[in-house]
């Protein structure tokens, strides 16, 4: 039975090269729309490098945590807004319309991020990018399927979720490249607007979804739209499919209604549609809790956390865990069919707590042995530029480098090297300076360690526990355990529960930094991780291999989680075999 699904993603990628090779319009209508997936892996990658030097431009952002945590998480509240609005504009206006939308709302938020003379302009910024990046995130591959022959359109589908990473790759490649350029992260944030352009030019020679314009009564234009996507002896078929689909949403809306209200009542009086949601939900909202995105908004930070002061360098790090990320997409796909769902997700968990708790051993250690303050080194400096928690301490002789650093001040390092005793003192760009003019390293965000590189290889092992399950699985769980007629409204419930999670972790990452320490942080999240991996086991159930209305007769009839066999009966595999 194992060879079944292999077999069946095989003859799909086949058959997807072939349809590929002799249509090209059929991978130009997905990669242009799969340019909306390559906004959202940029937004998320790009603010990470752009923060390092945002802070350096504007004194009270470096200075106020709680002002980094608004300016990257600003992104993610638009983008709730962006999704809570985008369905609406699916139905109302159109998919093409919807991309088209998103892509000069996004370029409007780049422009003004790349303008903005102050922090809360470029809040602003960051808002409109997030709204645009929402409505691109399920509108996108929303497209591709609608608009993609039935044989390959999981294979297509994937080059949306391929695009985001590719995105997040290439927006380390960005921070990299104007590290060196006056206007530092303006351009960064700023180029963020040519891919939006490059969509909306693209999106203009492309139709609009067939089954969209099928559904608002366009069969003509509906048909002609078919003729380039599909063969000749396919094209009927693809017809009858709609217009029983369309004949059945009519049926669905007379049962359930058609207002929010109506509809949410309906789903959640249905024991199935609820079975559905707490697995759905939760594997959402563990995908956050396990801190992804506190590594993709601020792995840079992370790595200076672990004692690499140099911005290109704590970059180009960064750089690395981004193209595992992309590794581990790859390896989701070649995977989730044969392993499953259910087993990927429960794997990926056990193996991101392990790298959690290893993080969590390698900051603590890092902190417990950072290099002590020289008295005589600091108070040479002058008093102005002398820390002054350190001049105001009863007992100097305790102070450590990490000591220093939660006073809010910073570290010189000795001009005998990194990791001897230094100096403590005030964090200001003219003491900056000063340590500079000596050769001397300046330490503003963590304490040079002989083991921080020991922590960069964690925080890759985790990016590679963390892709091919808990990345890609919950948003596969979330596209097949709800019942036709409830989909639109479940997945949207489960979309916003993602985003919102994601708000709430890249919100206070930065506050928990600072209360609990790097180590304290770390250890936060693998609780989290632990409690989803306990919550996963015992709500979700495995879908591998099963038809929809299978997956709505195991959740009506109640999922054991002790039971790992695959709920076919013997009838229906012997069948199957055959």
Same mark, same amino acid.
């Given at each position: 039975?194992e060879?079944?699904?292999?077999a069946?993603?095989?003859?799909e990628f086949?058959?997807?090269?072939k349809?590929?090779t ?5 991978m130009?209508?997905?990669l ?7 906004l ?7 603010i990470?490098?752009?923060l ?6 504007f ?8 002002l980094?945590?608004?300016?990257v ?6 983008a709730?807004i962006?999704a809570?609005?985008?369905g609406?504009?699916?139905?109302m206006?159109g ?10 709302v ?7 991020m790349a303008i903005?003379?102050?922090?809360w302009?470029?809040v602003?910024?960051r808002?409109?990018v997030g709204f645009?990046? &929402?409505i691109?995130?399920?509108?996108s ?5 609608e608009?993609?022959?039935a044989?390959? !359109?999981?294979?297509?589908?994937c080059?949306n ?6 995105? #997040?790759?290439?927006s380390?490649l ?5 590290t060196?350029?006056?206007?530092t992260w303006?351009?960064?944030l700023g180029v963020?607007g040519?891919p ?6 693209l999106?203009l020679?492309l139709?609009?979804?067939p ?8 069969e003509n ?5 078919l003729e380039?996507?599909?063969r000749a002896d ?9 217009r029983?689909a369309?004949?059945?949403e009519k049926?669905?809306e &007379?049962l359930?209604? #058609?207002?929010l209200?109506e509809k949410?009542?309906a ?5 199935a549609? !609820?079975?559905?949601?707490?697995a ?13 995105n506190?590594?993709m908004y601020y ?6 956390f ?9 970059l180009?790090?960064s750089l ?7 590794v581990g997409?790859?390896?989701s796909?070649?995977?989730i ?5 259910r087993?990927?997700?429960l794997?990926?968990?056990i193996a991101i707590?392990?790298?959690?708790l290893?993080l969590?051993?390698?900051f603590y250690?890092a902190a417990?042995t950072?290099?002590p303050?020289?008295?005589v080194?600091t108070?040479?400096?002058?008093a ?5 928690a350190?001049?105001?301490?009863p007992?100097?002789?305790s102070w450590?480098?990490?000591?220093c ?7 010189c ?7 001897l005793p230094?100096?403590?003192?005030a964090e200001?760009k003219?003491v900056r300076a000063?340590? &500079?003019?000596?050769?001397?390293v ?8 002989k083991?921080?590189v020991?922590?960069?290889i964690?925080?890759?092992l985790?990016?590679l ?8 699985v919950p948003?596969v769980l979330?596209?097949?355990?709800y019942?036709l007629?409830? !989909? ?9 529960s993602?985003w919102?999670a994601n708000l709430?972790v890249s ?8 209360a ?5 942080t770390?250890l ?6 632990t409690?989803?991996l306990i919550?996963?086991?015992?709500l979700v159930?495995?879908?591998k291999?099963?038809q ?5 007769k195991?959740l009506?009839?109640g999922f054991?989680?002790c039971d790992?066999?695959?709920p ?5 595999k012997?069948?199957a075999?055959?």
């Amino acid at each position: 039975m194992e060879g079944g699904p292999e077999a069946a993603s095989k003859q799909e990628f086949t058959e997807f090269w072939k349809r590929a090779t002799s249509s090209p319009y059929i991978m130009r209508l997905a990669l242009s729309a799969g340019i909306g997936g390559l906004l959202f892996g940029y937004d998320t990658g790009v603010i990470s490098g752009a923060l390092l030097y945002i802070r350096e431009d504007f004194v009270e952002v470096d200075k106020k945590l709680w002002l980094q945590e608004v300016i990257v998480s600003m992104a993610v509240a638009g983008a709730i807004i962006g999704a809570a609005l985008g369905g609406w504009m699916n139905d109302m206006l159109g998919r093409k319309t919807s991309i088209l939308g998103a892509d000069i709302v996004f370029f409007l938020g780049a422009i003004v991020m790349a303008i903005a003379p102050a922090p809360w302009v470029l809040v602003v910024g960051r808002i409109l990018v997030g709204f645009g990046v &929402g409505i691109a995130s399920m509108t996108s591959p929303l497209y591709i399927s609608e608009a993609s022959p039935a044989a390959i !359109r999981g294979a297509l589908v994937c080059i949306n979720g391929l695009l985001i990473t590719f995105g #997040q790759f290439l927006s380390y490649l960005i921070n990299l490249a104007f590290t060196k350029t006056p206007g530092t992260w303006r351009w960064m944030l700023g180029v963020a607007g040519l891919p939006a352009v490059v969509q909306f030019v693209l999106m203009l020679t492309l139709p609009e979804s067939p089954r969209w314009l099928y559904n608002q009564g366009k069969e003509n234009e509906s048909r002609r739209i078919l003729e380039k996507i599909y063969r000749a002896d396919e094209i009927e078929g693809e017809i009858k499919a709609m217009r029983e689909a369309v004949e059945q949403e009519k049926q669905e809306e &007379g049962l359930i209604g #058609q207002t929010l209200g109506e509809k949410m009542k309906a789903a959640f009086s249905n024991v199935a549609v !609820r079975r559905g949601l707490y697995a759905g939900v939760t594997a959402q909202v563990a995908q956050q809790f396990v801190g992804i995105n506190t590594v993709m908004y601020y792995s840079p930070t992370i790595v200076q956390f672990a004692g690499i002061a140099s911005k290109s360098t704590a970059l180009a790090l960064s750089l690395v865990t981004s193209g595992l990320n992309a590794v581990g997409s790859i390896l989701s796909m070649l995977c989730i069919d044969k392993y499953g769902r259910r087993k990927l997700m429960l794997l990926s968990l056990i193996a991101i707590i392990i790298c959690l708790l290893t993080l969590t051993g390698v900051f603590y250690q890092a902190a417990t042995t950072a290099p002590p303050i020289d008295n005589v080194d600091t108070l040479s400096f002058g008093a102005n530029a002398t820390c002054q928690a350190y001049l105001d301490a009863p007992n100097v002789s305790s102070w450590n480098c990490m000591k220093c650093l939660k006073a809010e001040c910073a570290f010189c390092a000795s001009t005998g090297g990194n990791h001897l005793p230094g100096a403590c003192l005030a964090e200001t760009k003219e003491v900056r300076a000063v340590c &500079g003019e000596q050769k001397r390293v300046w330490f503003s965000d963590g304490c040079p360690s002989k083991i921080g590189v020991l922590a960069v290889i964690v925080l890759g092992l985790y990016i590679l526990a963390y892709s091919p399950g808990m990345g890609s699985v919950p948003w596969v769980l979330n596209s097949e355990i709800y019942p036709l007629r409830f !989909r639109g409204i479940c997945g949207g419930i489960a979309a916003v529960s993602n985003w919102c999670a994601n708000l709430i972790v890249s919100l206070t990452f930065l506050s928990l930094i600072h209360a609990l320490g790097a180590a304290g942080t770390f250890l936060l999240f693998a609780g989290f991780s632990t409690i989803g991996l306990i919550a996963i086991y015992l709500l979700v159930p495995e879908t591998k291999g099963l038809q929809f209305e299978e997956v709505e007769k195991l959740l009506q009839k109640g999922f054991n989680p002790c039971d790992c066999t695959n709920p076919k009966t013997d009838e229906e595999k012997a069948s199957a075999s055959k």
